[in-house]
């Protein structure tokens, strides 16, 4: 077995090697074209670990994330394995097809031929249970939060379709980049949850992407791989060294052996270990050795220079049958995560071995072809399988027969899974579009409070069987609204990182943390009960009983973002469709920014609350309160301004979750403030809205009831925007003379409407369209749709509005008129960039306030004024805009006005009428297997 997975592994080394040659000499490429590249050295160190683990060790169901740099050596194992799927139907690839695709490495797929994304993507034709890479530090992070993902869905099966038992979680990382915060912020995490079915295989090659690694020995007192098992031993996980092979363990036994072993484990640096490897020059390593400890000398001597060079290289990341042996023992769930450190060489097996910089270094062709040709391959056909009757292919093909039908019998228990969610939610009557959370008793709420009151519903509602099951007669029943809502609110949990009771989750959190605690368990309920506890003390021992919702986190933004999106992808991977949402201050998004675009572009679905939100979080001043514009793909952002806005956003988001009407649109951030809203003033101002009478020409006519127009206002709120103050068919109202429409998002909103009522008073009507979301408005989503509801849902005017300028002279020939459109002001706490392109999207003159200098704190009033975005600001700003409005004139001729009364509309149809307009792929062409 371990000569065959040896010689698995130098045939997946060399055309590896092949694939990116070939993805770096296309025919088709442009002189000022970005350099290809690839990275056949990173990938050779890694070639045994990998084939190990694919050919030998791992089970199909488990998960495996690897460095990025190591991709394309995954994809030929892959292939090797036949594990290539068409997307839309899981079909799998015939041979034909596999060797094209792996001649598409780095490629763009111009007719949904399958290529190979540089790293590993959900778009590969093998991503099955592979974890997306490309920024280091994340995978392995994600990976562990899925572990946790499946363990939660165990725990909770309760009310669950039932998960496999024994996944492991794997994940092969390069030595610097275990120097990543993300991953060392997550590896008492692991530890401290009892993820025992987690290995992070570290790839310790002792060079990074600029070159040789030079870990300090006397700052470290030791090289980096005592540095690496100190760290895991004090973090509780397990440590395996993987450092030598079975030619060095032999010689160890000889006399003299244990000293050569201390001299190669103890006595050498990190950066003399790669020196001696590098130069291979045996009389400098002899004496190196001797010099370090005299005990070694007689052996060392006997060795003849091919013998110790042969020991020197032998290192334990190269020897199949101790990866073999490792990787096993790894997998053996002992209650702690494991650590496993492979000692290997970058460019193992090619030329540029352990060179400095040949991190994406590229062989000559002599040399790709040469190693073809001792596989007794050639360039034209690089990447033919091993025969189907030698050992390896025989090896191969029964592994292959194995994956397959685990994967194909997981795909129909995926959509069984879902399917049954899906079920049980259309029985109940699908997803109601409210919580009906009651606000009459508090009519200045704000939307912190009251996502904390949905929290609170959903979560009981969520729990309600299981409560009733453990402690029967104390539970009160569901109404039978509450019944509706029970299979959806059955799989949202909560989680964040340390501001769980700040953000008012203390109903969410009390009694219902999952996890582990390690505190004796009698003692620790003993000082719960002690020091009592209360609504504004919950009880955070976790258990893992079922009735548990919330991840309890340490100030880990990070972790906590990674986890969320892991938890976002059990729908995808296990047809759990969670709903897990994460409680975060806003300001500390940008924390785990990298973490949320990967959780974006691995599809995940999940809500992030980032509140408190901006500078409204006045008297926490200045280094709390920035909020960002964040446009990535598949990110919805929302800022509701009234309550029972929080309430219509989650109540939809969660609808559209379930029914997989979320593309574009999986991740959802809301934004929330502790600033409180009158929130009356919502439907006090709707009320008086033309189209909110029962005449709309008669605004002294009776409104229609309050159910009406809320649900009117719900509709266009989640389009993006609706009309807070609307003046449109007022008598004297005239677009173009004293007319602005006034976006307002956010608690700014009650500036906006002080504005516009004190502008009330000069003649002047300002429109105040309240902003829920800036993506559907005017960000990626709305771009999508050509900003439908901007341009057209909301009946903006932006039409020129002539008016003649001066008397007009009735026999002149010309006539001059003044042109005006309605200008826009926005306000809003935050980035600039968050509103400021109505304007242009409009064509109208467009003034921003925005949050442009670091804060301070005060009051509410005091910052806004401070910032610019008080009422204040925003009535100098519309007279700004109404004043520069009125800057164009136009000269016709009369003739011209006389034919133009006689047209109608423009000659010019749509713009792709103009000329033959390419429309653009769809996102995501190629293959996207699930
Ligand atoms: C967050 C992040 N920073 C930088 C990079 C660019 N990068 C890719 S690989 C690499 C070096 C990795 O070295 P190491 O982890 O030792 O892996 P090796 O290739 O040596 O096995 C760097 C800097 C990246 N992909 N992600």
């Known amino acids: 077995m371990t000569a065959v997975l040896d010689r698995i592994a130098r045939r997946a080394m060399i055309q590896t090697t092949a694939m990116i040659h070939i993805a770096n000499h296309r025919k088709d490429a442009r002189r000022t074209d ?24 791992r089970s199909a169901h488990d998960f495996v994330c690897c460095k990025p740099h190591a991709a394309p050596l995954d994809h030929v194992l892959m292939a090797m394995l036949g594990l290539y799927r068409h997307a839309p139907d899981g079909s799998w690839f015939d041979q034909v097809e596999v060797e094209q695709a792996l001649h598409g490495l780095r490629k763009f797929s111009e007719h949904h031929e399958p290529v190979f994304q540089s790293y590993h993507s959900r778009f590969d034709p093998d991503s099955w249970h592979f974890l997306p890479s ?235 072809e040469r190693l073809l040709a001792d596989e007794g391959l050639t360039l034209e056909r690089p990447f033919a399988p091993f025969a189907a009757d030698s050992e390896e292919g025989r090896h191969l093909a029964e592994r292959s027969a194995v994956f397959r039908s685990a994967i194909e019998g997981d795909r129909a228990w995926r959509n069984r899974n879902r399917e049954s969610v899906r079920q049980r939610i259309a029985d109940a009557g699908g997803v109601p579009a409210s919580l009906d959370i009651d606000t009459k008793l508090f009519p200045r709420a704000h939307t912190q409070w009251m996502w904390g009151q949905l929290a609170a519903k959903l979560v009981r509602i969520g729990t309600s069987a299981e409560m009733r099951r453990a402690e029967g007669q104390g539970i009160a029943d569901l109404t039978p609204k509450e019944r509706q809502w029970e299979p959806s609110a059955d799989l949202v949990l909560t989680m964040s990182p340390d501001v769980g009771t700040s953000t ?12 582990e605690h390690g505190v004796g368990e009698e003692r620790a309920a003993d000082v719960e009960v002690r020091t009592g506890h209360s609504k504004k003390r919950p009880s955070l021992l976790p258990t893992h009983e079922p009735w548990t919702r919330h991840i309890r986190f340490e100030i880990a933004e990070a972790n906590c973002m990674s986890a969320v999106g892991s938890f976002g992808m059990m729908g995808h991977y ?61 990110l919805i952002t929302w800022e509701p301004i009234f309550a029972v806005e929080v309430d219509w956003i989650l109540c939809e988001s969660i609808r559209r979750h379930y029914a997989d009407e979320n593309d574009g649109r999986k991740g959802i951030l809301i934004r929330a403030v502790t600033r409180g809203m009158e929130q009356k003033e919502l439907v006090n101002r709707l009320r008086r809205h033309p189209r909110f009478r029962t005449n709309p020409a008669d605004l002294e006519s009776q409104p229609l009831d309050d159910e009406t127009i809320l649900e009117a206002a719900r509709h266009d709120c989640l389009s993006g925007a609706y009309y807070l103050v609307d ?173 133009l009364a006689g047209r109608e509309g423009s000659p010019i149809g749509h713009w792709t009428e103009l000329w033959d307009v390419p429309q653009p792929a769809p996102p995501g062409v190629g293959s996207t297997a699930p």
């Open 34 to 57: 970005p350099k290809v590249g690839g990275h056949p050295a990173s990938c050779s160190s890694s070639t045994h670990i990998l084939t190990a683990l694919h050919c030998a060790v």
């Open 134 to 368: 490309g920024s280091v530090g994340i995978p392995p992070v994600v990976s562990g939060y899925l572990a946790l993902a499946y363990r939660y869905a165990r725990d909770h099966s309760v009310e669950l379709p039932q998960v496999p038992e024994n996944l492991h979680f794997w994940s092969l990382i390069g030595d610097s980049e275990l120097r990543e915060g993300s991953l060392m912020e997550a590896m008492p995490d692991f530890a401290e949850r009892r993820l025992g079915n987690i290995t992070w295989i570290i790839d310790y090659n002792r060079q990074n992407l600029d070159g040789a690694r030079m870990p300090n020995k006397h700052g470290l007192h030791g090289t980096d791989a005592h540095r690496i098992e100190a760290m895991g031993t004090a973090n509780g996980w397990e440590v395996i060294q993987v450092r030598h092979g079975r030619r060095r363990l032999a010689t160890f036994k000889k006399p003299g052996g244990a000293a050569l072993r201390g001299v190669l484990e103890e006595g050498l640096s990190d950066y003399e270990l790669q020196g001696h490897l590098l130069l291979r020059v045996m009389d400098d390593t002899r004496a190196a050795l001797i010099e370090r400890d005299k005990k070694c000398k007689r052996l060392v001597d006997s060795l003849d220079d091919a013998e110790l060079e042969a020991v020197l290289c032998d290192l334990g990341g190269h020897d199949s049958d101790v990866l073999v042996e490792a990787l096993t023992r790894s997998k053996q769930d002992q209650g702690a995560p494991t650590l496993l450190v492979a000692h290997t060489v970058k460019g193992w097996g090619l030329d540029m071995y352990a060179a400095p910089g040949n991190h994406s270094e590229l062989p000559k062709e002599e040399e790709v």
């Open 504 to 515: 008012q989750l203390n109903p969410v959190m009390d009694e219902r943390v999952y996890g």
């Open 574 to 634: 296990a047809g759990i469709p969670f709903f897990p949402i994460m409680t975060v201050y806003d300001f500390f998004i940008k924390r785990a920014l990298d973490q949320l675009f990967y959780n974006l572009y691995w599809g995940s679905e999940f809500v992030i609350l980032g509140t408190p939100s901006g500078v409204t979080l006045s008297s926490e001043g200045a280094q709390h309160s920035w909020k960002s514009d964040i446009q990535i793909p598949n």
């Open 727 to 899: 003046f449109r068919g007022r008598p004297d109202y005239e677009p173009g003379v004293n007319v602005v429409n006034l976006f307002a998002m956010g608690s700014v909103a009650s500036e906006a409407l002080a504005a516009s009522d004190a502008l009330r008073g000069e003649g002047i009507y300002v429109n105040v369209i309240a902003v829920a979301s800036p993506e559907l408005l005017l960000g990626n989503l709305a771009a999508q749709n050509d900003f439908q509801h901007l341009r057209r849902g909301l009946g903006l005017d932006s039409n020129l509005a002539l008016a003649p300028r001066g008397p007009v002279d009735s026999g002149a020939e010309l006539v001059t008129l003044a042109g005006r459109r309605v200008p826009v002001v926005s306000v809003h706490d935050g980035e600039a960039g968050l509103l400021d392109n109505i304007g242009s999207v409009l064509g109208v003159r467009q003034e921003t306030l925005a949050v442009r200098r670091f804060s301070k704190c005060g009051r509410p009033d005091q910052v806004y004024a401070y910032q610019q975005i008080d009422a204040a600001a925003i009535k100098q700003a519309i007279a700004k805009v109404l004043s520069e409005t009125a800057l164009e004139e136009v000269v016709v001729s009369r003739r011209a006005l006389e034919e």
